[in-house]
Each structure stands twice: as structure tokens, then as C-alpha cells.
């Protein structure tokens, strides 16, 4: 028997429909502020072993403990020192300049690039591996010069760092666990 799912839905100004998973299990639908319910509802119900799959891999992830204060506070020390480090060093490489660059315990992102050029990275990078880290920082640095993920963007992020799509596969498969341990 199918049982319904659960979801929350969102609008907001954008032009498309999409489903996030948040690392807590809820299902969240993203919508155009005019989206009608009946068809909000059939997007979901086309989606629905999608959501199901990914409910079931959220379900299957160890469960760390939850970071306390003081563990992001120092973690977010350490990326500030190691992650504008890594943004020094590869800039040159992208061929690229960046302005601030901001340290956040983030639910949902792992870094990002502003248009002006200031660059955002998660702290709980530092629970990643060197080469993930280093995988982040090119992918922001990229930007700078694509502000997409065209074509274009990632042969750019492969022309630094040819290994790229095994971080973003290691990423995928162990960064919900990571954000999980920011608790709700």
C-alpha cells in the first residue's frame, strides 16, 4: 500500500518547482507563489520513489552526535585559518581575486560566491577530507568566473582539480550525516 507523504511547501518568487530533503527527514517543495495545490501535488506524487529512496538512505546514516558550541566555535576558528588558506593558494591557479571571505555552520550549503566576490564556506568542512575541502574552495573560486554550473564551470573546476568528482561523491554520501550533527 502507498501511504502518503508528508511534505511542506514553500513559495517564493522563483519560476520552478523543486524538492529538498532536509538532513532531518522533512520534505520540503519549493514552488512559484501562483503554483496551484493540485498540481504542487501531482509534481510530488511523480516524484514520490525519489523521495522515498533518498527518506530511506537519510534513515540508514550513522547518527553522530550532535556538535555543541564550543566544537563549531573551534571549528569554525580552524576554517577561517585553513580554508582561506586553500583560497590564497588556488586563486592564482583559477586566476581569479575573491574579497571576504565568511565562516558559517550551514544547513544547507557547503560554500558559496557571492557576486561581488566574497566567498562563504561551511565549517563543518573541517569534519571533510583535504581533498573535499580543496574541491569546495576551487568550486566557490570557479565562479568567479561562471556564475553557473554550465558546461563551462566545470571544465574550469576540472582543469584545477581533475579529481573533483570524487569529492563531490564523497560529499553527497557522507555530507548529510555532517549537517545532521547541527541538530534542528
Known amino acids: 500500500m502507498n501511504q502518503q507523504l508528508s511534505y511542506r511547501v514553500l513559495r517564493s518568487s522563483r519560476k520552478t518547482v523543486a524538492i529538498q530533503i532536509t538532513p532531518q527527514g522533512e520534505v520540503l517543495v519549493r514552488c512559484p507563489r501562483r503554483a496551484k495545490e493540485a498540481d504542487i501535488r501531482a509534481f510530488v506524487e511523480s516524484k514520490a520513489g525519489w523521495i522515498r529512496r ?11 552526535p550532535l556538535l555543541t558550541r564550543d566544537e563549531l566555535t573551534e571549528l569554525a576558528r580552524q576554517a577561517r585559518e585553513d580554508l582561506s588558506g586553500r583560497a590564497a593558494r588556488f586563486a592564482p591557479r583559477v586566476g581569479v581575486s ?7 555552520a550551514q544547513r544547507s550549503r557547503w560554500g558559496s560566491c557571492s557576486a561581488e566576490g566574497n566567498l562563504s564556506f561551511n565549517c563543518l568542512l573541517m569534519l571533510c577530507p ?5 574541491y569546495v574552495v576551487v568550486h566557490e573560486l570557479c565562479h568567479r568566473k561562471q556564475m553557473n554550473h554550465s558546461p563551462l564551470f566545470w571544465a574550469e573546476v576540472e582543469r584545477i582539480l581533475p579529481s573533483y568528482p570524487q569529492h563531490r561523491q564523497w560529499l553527497r554520501e557522507h555530507g548529510p550525516a555532517l549537517i545532521a550533527r547541527l541538530g534542528k
Not at 527518506?55 to 546514516?61: T, W
Not at 575573491?98 to 558559517?104: E, K, L, P, V
Open 98 to 104: 575573491y574579497g571576504r571571505i565568511t565562516i558559517r
Open 54 to 64: 533518498n527518506l530511506e538512505k537519510l534513515e540508514a546514516l550513522p547518527r553522530l
Open 130 to 134: 583535504d581533498g573535499v575541502r580543496d
